[in-house]
T-cell receptor, first 113, second 112 residues
């Protein structure tokens, strides 16, 4: 069974461009989470989604960031007009309903020049 | 507001000895606790967990202890092996969902 798949693994953007990060959960998992890890910090929760629904977006910055998990296809984390402070590793995780444990992907590392 | 705290950023242990990683939390609503291990350039991988109704859970070389009154948990690894060298994250969630709150991590180095 494939685990959580994230792409791209590395993404370089210039300030003001858009970044799109994709996440395919473990087959059969209906819950997706996005976390961000800034240099020298722990993982910070951003958003929790189920198919076509945002359940909890309390960790998402108010502007420029959005996330979706459509009925078909991967979950997308979108960052518009990127700034240098957006440089980080973005991790996606998935779980089946009711599970206590999250399964993480290998992360997408965004570098903003 | 750091609800899950790992006050030791790093720990160095000799191979074969016990590694003890500590974690404190402030939110009394947390009822499920997990430890994740992370190698550089990889995602975190689940190691072991414990429910708040227990005070100990053991899996091979790994044991997690929970002291609810002190809001403290610890991960014991014995015997420690060089392959255990990684960053260890403590995490917790409340019964309402799977959203995990992570600590800042402890870098464990197991030396030969």
């Amino acid at each position: 069974n494939a685990g959580v798949m994230q792409n791209p693994r590395h993404l370089v953007r210039r300030r003001g461009q858009e970044a799109r990060l994709r996440c395919s959960p473990v087959k059969g998992h209906s819950h997706v989470y996005w976390y961000r890890q800034l240099p020298e910090e722990g993982l910070k929760f951003m958003v929790y989604l189920q198919k076509e629904n945002i359940i909890d977006e309390s960790g998402m910055p108010k502007e420029r960031f959005s996330a979706e998990f459509p009925k078909e296809g991967p979950s997308i984390l979108r960052i518009q007009q990127v700034v240098r402070g957006d440089s980080a590793a973005y991790f996606c995780a998935s779980s089946p309903p009711g599970a206590g444990e999250l399964f993480f992907g290998e992360g997408s590392r965004l570098t903003v020049l | 507001d750091q609800q899950v705290k790992q006050n030791s950023p790093s720990l160095s242990v000799q191979e074969g000895r016990i590694s003890i990683l500590n974690c404190d939390y402030t939110n009394s609503m947390f009822d499920y606790f997990l430890w994740y291990k992370k190698y550089p350039a990889e995602g975190p991988t689940f190691l072991i967990s414990i429910s708040s109704i227990k005070d100990k859970n053991e899996d091979g070389r790994f044991t997690v202890f929970l002291n609810k009154s002190a809001k403290h948990l610890s991960l014991h690894i014995v015997p420690s092996q060089p392959g255990d060298s990684a960053v260890y994250f403590c995490a917790a969630h409340t019964g309402g969902g799977n959203k995990l709150t992570f600590g800042t991590g402890t870098q464990l180095k197991v030396e030969l």
